[in-house]
């Protein structure tokens, strides 16, 4: 019997970039580039222990995972693997940072948010030293994992905690730039980052990741779409979906979940009047919870949350539980068009 033919490979998937204030605008395809978030941290802080000799990383035997091991081979003086003790993780970090130095700690989300809490609250964001706590493996995107793995609390544990500071990179890029842009600030923080890659956004060359601020990706004037790490992808492509059927949607990547751009999100709160927050989380006390806190307090608009509704995940292909927990782009879209009806 004849071998069977090999398959011809498909043709790489092409996206269309979104142009800033145009929702309605036609933007020139560019090939989608994935790159994991993980790997952004990766990157940067290579880049980072070049420039600057008081930079430290530790790392709780997951260095591959987390990407600190690239850091680790050029800088094995400066890299401490403290093993599987994240309290100890996170302690010994807050001496570095009471030395001067300016220590990176990483370790999966699920362990370095829940296991070291107490270390982190008392430790670190009380006496408020300059300690950066970088968690990957949030999120449902982890994905064989399971849900014992798949962090979906940290966003709302952590900002919960006076004083501390909260980030979730959209992509590899803004992750590379928020570990630039955290090192030379001062003060305790927590980011996330992702072990699935995702495509780099089509964004202007001029863009820089700040703390505190959110990214207007596209204007509108009918809804708003306020999304984070991940998702922001599906967002951008929920609004091509409802510039198709007529909607005006605007996106906003809200990569800097504590503080908050409040001025960002009241100005398209007042301007939309319906809003749709997006995360990959327990819409319970994260980016749905701190955008409907902002809101509530100042001006009527409908705010409708959507992520993880209270539920763990499951083990799965990350592709297949973005499809199974409805979190894709027209998952999106047809939510936004009910935050419309509610107005």
């Known amino acids: 019997m004849a071998a069977p033919r090999a398959k011809k490979k498909a043709a790489p998937a092409r996206k269309k970039s979104v142009k800033q204030a145009k929702p309605q605008a036609a933007a020139p395809a560019v090939p989608v580039v994935s790159k994991a978030t993980r790997d952004g941290y990766g990157e940067a802080l290579l880049e980072l222990g070049r420039k600057r000799s008081d930079v430290v990383v530790l790392d709780a035997d997951l260095s591959e995972s987390t990407r600190t091991h690239k850091f680790a081979k050029e800088f094995p003086d400066r890299f401490f693997n403290v093993g599987v003790a994240e309290q100890n993780l996170v302690g010994i970090a807050a001496g570095f940072a009471l030395s ?8 999966f989300a699920m362990f370095l948010s829940g296991r070291a809490w107490e270390i982190v609250r008392n430790s670190v964001v009380y006496p408020g030293l300059n300690v950066k706590l970088f968690a990957s493996h949030g999120g449902i995107t982890v994905g064989e994992d399971g849900a014992s793995h798949q962090c979906i609390e940290d966003f709302a544990i952590m900002r919960a905690i006076p004083n501390m500071n909260v980030f979730v990179p959209s992509d590899f890029e803004e992750a ?3 570990v630039h842009a955290l090192a030379a600030a001062k003060g305790p923080c927590y980011v996330r980052v992702a072990r699935a890659a995702t495509p780099v956004l089509s ?5 820089t990741f700040k703390p505190g601020k959110g990214e207007l990706r596209r204007d509108g004037k009918n809804v708003t779409i306020i999304a984070c790490g991940v998702l922001v992808h ?3 492509k929920a609004a091509d979906i409802l510039a198709k059927a007529g909607i005006s949607a605007a996106v906003i990547n809200m990569s800097s979940l504590k503080p908050l751009d409040e001025k960002l999100v009241l100005q398209y709160a007042k301007k939309t009047g319906a809003i749709v927050t997006v995360e990959e989380h327990n819409i319970i006390g994260g980016l749905g919870s701190a955008v409907a806190e902002t809101v509530s307090g100042n001006t009527p608009c409908v705010v409708l949350r959507h992520g993880m509704h209270d539920e763990f995940g499951q083990s799965g292909e990350a592709s297949a539980l973005l499809d ?3 979190l894709r782009a027209t998952d999106i879209a047809n939510i936004a068009k009910k935050a419309i009806k509610l107005k």
């Not at 001067?100 to 370790?107: E, T």
């Not at 964004?203 to 863009?207: I, M």
């Open 324 to 326: 199974h927990y409805k």
């Open 203 to 207: 964004r202007p060359a001029s863009y």
């Open 100 to 107: 001067g130095l300016v220590p990176f700690a990483s370790s």
């Open 234 to 236: 599906e967002a951008d």
């Open 176 to 178: 590379r730039q928020m």
